[in-house]
């Protein structure tokens, strides 16, 4: 799976999560998704990024719940548990 796939299975979660999409309203999604690709990628090849959820005012809660969603869309890719593990810490775990 591509970190441009990863990240728009990954978007889709969040953007139907009923307490999370709020604060989404306003955002431009496409932009945002390309965001999450390429931190995805930076994260692959072992780059810390910025937090790509930055700035949307989301709760520490709200945050681990939108990781939690990557964790699962890795995991159903059946990405290896380090490459996961990696990835989650790399875009802001």
Do not use: K, N
Request: hydrophobic share 45%; net charge negative; glycine share 10%.
């Amino acid at each position: 799976m591509t970190a441009e796939e990863t990240a728009r299975r990954w978007l889709r979660l969040v953007v139907a999560d009923a307490e999370l999409s709020p604060h989404l309203v306003g955002v431009d999604l496409r932009r945002l998704g390309a965001h999450l690709a390429a931190s995805l990628a930076a994260a692959t090849d072992g780059v810390d990024v910025a937090d790509p959820w930055a700035g949307l005012g989301l709760s520490e809660e709200q945050h681990r719940r939108v990781l939690d969603y990557l964790v699962g869309v890795l995991w159903a890719g059946d990405v290896p548990a380090e490459r996961i593990s990696r990835l989650r810490t790399g875009v802001g775990g």
